[in-house]
């Protein structure tokens, strides 16, 4: 059973746009804080963006504005929207879950790449130039 089921991804040329979701199922997703963290062959993973238990967002500095991270309260479906895409922005993308107790402060983007509970099998983002 699938924990966290990501889609959106595809290929698209350097200044458009790209929509990931991500649907959580078989867990309290009320009880993690949700997020984004991506991987490219040869790469440390970055973390994207994040809410925290308040439901506020946290991005990485090379976002710069770009994309936007929001989640529905009923179902907890998390989503990345992404503009003004570049290459360097071409990754495997991850949505990940962590429990609640550990989704506070300055580190959540960490936390998230290296102390997720839940992780998606990724979603493949290509941004040609």
């Known amino acids: 059973q699938v924990a966290l089921l990501e889609s959106g991804g595809g290929s698209v040329q350097a200044g458009g746009s790209l929509r990931l979701s991500c649907a959580p199922n078989?867990?309290?997703?009320?009880?993690?804080?949700m997020g984004w963290f991506r991987q490219t062959p040869g790469k440390e993973r970055e973390g994207v963006a994040a809410?925290?238990?308040?439901?506020?967002?946290t991005y990485a500095d090379f976002v710069e504005g770009r994309f936007t991270i929001s989640q529905d309260n009923a179902k907890k479906n998390l989503s990345l929207q992404m503009s003004a895409l570049k290459p360097d922005d071409t990754a495997m993308y991850y949505c990940?879950?962590?429990?609640?107790?550990?989704?506070?402060?300055?580190?959540?983007?960490?936390?998230?790449?290296?102390?997720?509970?839940?992780r998606g099998q990724g979603t493949q983002v290509i941004v040609s130039s």
């Open positions: 990940a879950a962590v429990q609640h107790k550990y989704c506070s402060g300055s580190s959540l983007l960490w936390i998230l790449v290296n102390h997720h509970f839940y």
């Open positions: 078989g867990f309290p997703a009320e009880t993690y804080c």
């Open positions: 809410l925290d238990r308040e439901g506020t967002a």
